[in-house]
């Protein structure tokens, strides 16, 4: 008579859980040993399993889940059993999302105003245990905006959103315009004049993640000291 000897986990699944969340066996699968040498496999779906309901409320702790299979309820046989462990792991905040997009459109030249972004932006914080909470008032001032390639270069640029270590991006157009120009500072003296050449000074534009530069010349020293 083929009869089975014993159980063990083909595949565990699940073993990660947040803290107070509810336990599943999504994903299980256990082999089931003959005497015969033969081996078949039962799922999560099989009548004859049961098995133990960890308590997830030990946040770094570890959970042993007792799996059985009474593979024959009419006999004095013990129920066959295996276990493996999960772990319980504290909720937080995995990735962030923008669900509504603010401004998406600039024209060359206009400033990227955080201020009016925090103002139209919504964006949703997606915890480890599937919650989706939206940012609120307090939330959103830590967050930090970028833009690249700055708002004075036309076409299309890349907003970065980041929130407690968190990125995502969405895109922007930035329209060309004729009377752009940059926002220059006032100025360094790359290379001194002297009385036989020309020195250069540079200027850059004060707009950030823009980097361009342009040069002056500067006259030749004139007149000798003796």
């Excluded at 929130?163 to 991006?169: A, E, H």
Aim: charge should be negative; aromatic fraction near 8%.
């Amino acid at each position: 008579r083929t009869v089975p000897t014993s159980i063990e986990i083909a595949d565990t699944g699940k073993t990660e859980f947040v803290y107070n969340t509810a336990f599943d066996i999504s994903g299980l699968s256990v082999k089931v040993n003959y005497n015969n040498g033969d081996a078949d496999y039962i799922s999560e779906d099989d009548f004859a399993i049961s098995y133990t309901t960890p308590e997830i409320k030990n946040i770094g702790g570890t959970e042993t889940v007792v799996i059985s299979y009474d593979h024959d309820s009419n006999s004095a046989t013990a129920a066959l059993t295996c276990s493996y462990d999960i772990h319980v792991v504290a909720e937080q905040t995995i990735a962030i999302k923008v669900i509504t997009l603010p401004r998406t459109v600039y024209d060359q030249g206009d400033t990227f105003d955080k201020e009016e972004l925090l103002e139209n932006i919504s964006i949703i914080a997606v915890k480890n245990s599937g919650v989706e909470q939206e940012l609120d008032a307090t939330q959103l001032s830590k967050v930090i905006f970028s833009v690249s390639p700055s708002l004075c270069y036309a076409g299309t640029s890349t907003v970065t959103v980041k929130y407690s270590g968190l990125t995502t991006t969405y895109s922007i157009t930035v329209d060309a315009s004729d009377n752009f120009d940059h926002e220059w500072n006032e100025g360094v003296v790359t290379t001194a004049a002297t009385h036989t050449s020309s020195g250069v000074k540079t200027y850059t534009c004060t707009v950030d993640n823009c980097g361009a530069t342009k040069t002056e010349a500067i006259a030749p020293i004139e007149g000798h000291s003796f």
